[in-house]
């Protein structure tokens, strides 16, 4: 009669490859997203409506506007709205090639050094979790990309459609990172506030029809945490990549295979 197999399944640890060209691109994706304080700075100083452009009652939308009148009761007139869009454009497709390159494995747990997955420990939910993560964050970055390319006065209501779908999506896959990192590095908790953040003044402007004193401080609560939050996710990775880098170096100076032993996450 043979012996039982072993139970290896709670025992096995998955290393995942935070050290790699694919994972330190895609935190330079996320953190290019900065970008957008730049050119929306630029864009406001280029402002040429009759009023100056105030940060508290403009919407962001109206930076990105072709024409210059009077558009759902604002005068609007953005002479730089051609830097605005691509700004926006650019800033999506940041966020989509982060979500592409980062895998799972490494959203999971990427924040804490010397980070591994155990099986039979949740490392599937982790992994589920991460990949949400992931998904929701590409959907973001494709809600800002459809904004640049489609201005609010374009006629469409997919402008309407790719800024509600920015702010959602890109809040929730916030509040996911934040949740996974929470024990792992204090921009963790960081990361899961930027989230609730944007959430909750994305209920509030849902709730009141932005029809508040200071819309523009009220949309800037929903986007601006996204941006900083999605930039903080790249930071905590491209920092990770840049720490384990170093440890393979001084494992191959000591004459040690730069390359774990245990098996490396398949989960993707």
């Not at 090639?97 to 959203?107: I, Q």
């Not at 939910?125 to 374009?154: H, K, W």
């Amino acid at each position: 009669m043979s012996a039982p197999a072993p139970a290896a399944s709670a025992e096995t640890i998955f290393v995942p490859d935070v050290a790699s060209t694919r994972s330190y691109v895609g935190a330079l994706a996320k953190l290019s997203v900065l970008q957008y304080f730049v050119a929306e700075a630029a864009v406001i100083g280029a402002w040429a409506g009759p009023e100056p452009y105030s940060r508290r009652t403009g919407y962001i939308s109206d930076l990105g506007a072709l024409g210059c009148g009077t558009f759902s009761g604002r005068d609007v007139c953005s002479p730089a709205h051609l830097l605005m869009n691509a700004s926006f454009v650019v800033q999506g497709l940041g966020m989509i090639v982060g979500a592409l390159l980062l895998t799972s494995a490494v959203v999971g747990v990427a924040a804490r050094a010397g980070a591994r997955l155990a099986a039979g420990s949740g490392w599937r939910s982790t992994a589920v979790a991460a990949l949400a993560a992931r998904v929701l964050g590409a959907g973001a970055g494709a809600g800002t990309v459809i904004v640049g390319l489609v201005p609010e006065d374009a006629g469409s209501v997919w402008h309407l459609v790719g800024a509600l779908l920015y702010f959602a999506a890109g809040g929730l896959a916030l509040l996911l990172v934040g949740w996974l990192w929470r024990r792992q590095t204090p921009l963790g908790w960081f990361i899961l506030a930027c989230g609730a953040v944007s959430l909750a003044s994305l209920a509030a402007g849902g709730l009141t029809g932005m029809r508040v004193p200071e819309p523009g401080t009220l949309e800037r609560l929903m986007g601006y945490p996204i941006t900083i939050g999605m930039a903080a996710l790249g930071l905590v990775v491209a920092q990770r990549v840049r720490q384990q880098l170093v440890a393979r170096k001084q494992e191959r100076l000591r004459g040690r295979s730069p390359h774990p032993a245990d098996p490396v996450s398949p989960v993707a």
